[in-house]
């Protein structure tokens, strides 16, 4: 490829429950005063390669509960050798913050292929959730770009219904995007390079409508003039970003920033004549200052723009892999995340996270000089300078559901892996001192069967058991006064796998262990969990309860009719936390509208709101004052025990 197609972007930007901080952590560099890169946080891509294929540039993004989800694959040289070995995989992050990551299926291509080759170079040029969440779009370098819903994404999980659109047309041969931001939930900004005659025409910014069909696919150009396709981003205001990302004819230099008002592009669209970037938009930061090769454009939650990429072709030190600029006033920061001192063109891109505020650089290509550079590390840019202490999360899974089964053919020998997938999404723990309200209350028809536990650095990990737990069961105010619950049969640590890359314990009862009842989990503080003091929440479950009222659990004709009213089948199946799906098969039908039949309660048998105490400060015993006659009499001893000793030193004691 030509020097300026070597920048090549990797979109990353990809994800629950990022609990209040608390801490200490090494600064490695300051970016403003709200964000520092924190080494111990690093975080290592899955690796795909072998002993005869090199690791691929991953292309990632933030789900909606903070999780990363990753493509990768194998470089160039297997792709062309051998195209069945070529088909990219999908990881998902165990939780947000983790440094674990599961492998969910292999990405399926278009069949047949669309473009020359399915899949080469890279693994792709970009991955980017929607902002519902909802669906994610790829592309791979060639003029194809895949629709798929984050629906069915789970660990051992079934390959995702993938839509794929050929972005060619009658003038172009061959088409280079290289980048793509979400414009709501339809329609894909897409930074791409045409080619026509085995030459490049001007890059541009192409609005894809991802709703439109396959066969008659509505890409519509609405900015041009650009020598080399750079990021793009799109702000809350529908605006469009985007950047020169290579220029050498005196136009405007490399990595100028451009930002293009929602009324602007849709003019442009409806009108079919493109904005001319050299002439139009207004300069991001106003004077127009220009930032390495703008190759990753993102904007964070407090409206920064977050520029990746690098010098390219320079052959100088670059020292300063990327950029936040605030819009607004103009103010920017540069640094390099990995080393100041590498004299390298490191090529960072970047990925936002909407749920955590941190920001994710990578190095796709590693170095270009000298200084070896792994393109799966990944560096950590936070607004948070401290961690949590003990126990981070709490949650609770449906064990034996159509969520946490690998799909057929698929490795269920990390069982536990394959439960992440049916973590509850909508319950909380309650803890001491809270009012319960739906948000505990599960209506599993199991009950309660599993529960996962994150607690940061588990002293003795590998020794965890039923002795670092205590468990109770009941249905009153007075927790003091409740049962002893099951033990569970199961107790699983896998280290690093928890939010904030805290070590995660997995418990696992049987069925119907606990059923229309609360769940207290205490976790001690043992030798083994380092907890400086014990952690208490709690579950409840009232079987067939649909939720439909925050202040009581009652099961009554009410949830017998919702689920009549709310039926999903096999083309329409519902999702993890719908609440309708007692038996979470991912169907509501006759068999959930059954178990709420069955499970009807009064006000005298439902599951109670329970509304706790608070927790009870930690307990010491008073140490009496000593009275006189005591003093005396320890006086008196002391006294005889010393006239002993002086006698038997002097020969006078037999």
Known sequence: MNAYLAQRSVVIALAALWAALAGAATVHGALFDDYAVYDQRQLWLPDVSDAGHLQAASVMD?????????????????????????????????????????????????????????????????????????????GNNL???????????????????????????????????????????????????????????????????????????????????????????????????????????GYLATGTVKRFSATQWQDARNEGTPLDFRYRGSLVPPSGQAYSSAGSLLLDAA???????????????????????????????????????????????????????????????????????????VHVISPHATLPDGVVGRFVFYNDSWFDQPADGHDDSIQQAVDYGAIAPDKTALLPGGQATSENVTSYVHGINGVVIDVMDLAHPESIGLNDFHFATGNDDNPNGWAAGPAPEQVVVRPDAGVFGADR???????????????QVTVRDTFDTGLTAPDVFYFGNA????????????????????????????????????????????????????????????????????????????????????????????????????????????????
């Open 303 to 377: 409206g920064h723009l977050l520029i990746g990429g690098g010098l390219l072709g320079s052959g100088t030190d670059q020292t300063e892999g990327f950029a936040v600029v605030r819009p607004v006033s103009g103010t920017a920061r540069r640094f390099d995340p990995a080393d100041p001192s590498h004299e390298q063109e490191n090529f960072y891109s970047l990925t936002y996270n909407d749920v955590t505020g941190d920001i994710f650089a990578v190095e796709p290509f590693g170095a270009s000089s000298n200084v070896p550079v792994d393109n799966r590390l």
């Open 62 to 138: 933030t789900l909606a509960d903070g999780r990363l989800l990753v493509v990768t694959t194998r470089d160039s040289n297997t792709i062309k050798q051998d195209a069945s070995d070529a088909l990219p995989q999908l990881f998902l992050q165990s939780a947000a913050g983790s440094k674990q990551f599961d492998w969910v299926a292999d990405l399926p291509l278009a069949d047949p292929p669309l473009g020359d080759v399915p899949w080469i170079d890279y693994a792709g040029a970009f991955l980017s959730v929607s902002p519902s969440g909802h669906r994610v779009a790829v």
């Open 505 to 519: 314990i997995l418990l696992v009862w049987g069925a119907d262990a606990v059923r229309d009842a609360w769940l």
């Open 143 to 249: 003029g194809t770009v895949g629709v798929f819903s984050t629906r069915e994404l789970r660990p051992e999980g079934s390959p995702p219904a993938v839509t794929w659109f050929d972005l060619y047309d009658d003038a172009a041969d061959y088409v280079d995007e290289f980048d793509a931001a979400w414009i709501g939930d339809r329609l894909l900004a897409v930074s791409h390079l045409p080619w026509a005659n085995g030459s490049p025409d001007d890059a541009r910014i192409s609005i894809l409508d991802t709703r439109s069909s396959p066969d008659d696919v509505v890409f519509d150009a609405v900015i041009d003039g650009l020598f080399a396709s750079a990021g793009v981003a799109v702000d809350t205001a529908g605006a469009i970003y985007t950047a020169e990302g290579y220029r050498v004819d």
């Open 543 to 654: 079987v067939g309860d649909t939720g439909n009222a925050d202040t009581n659990a009652l099961v009554t004709a009410a949830d017998v009719i919702g689920v009549r009213d709310h039926p999903r089948g096999a083309s329409n199946r519902t999702w993890l936390d719908d609440p309708f799906d007692f038996n979470r098969d991912r169907l509501v039908n006759a068999a959930d509208a059954l178990v709420a039949r069955n499970g009807v309660t009064s006000p005298f048998s439902a599951l109670r709101m329970i509304d706790l105490p608070a927790a009870a400060p930690p307990t010491t015993t008073a140490v009496p004052e000593p009275t006189t006659a005591a003093l005396l009499l320890v006086a008196v001893v002391l006294t005889a025990l010393l006239q002993h000793r002086t006698a038997r030193n002097n020969g006078s004691c037999s």
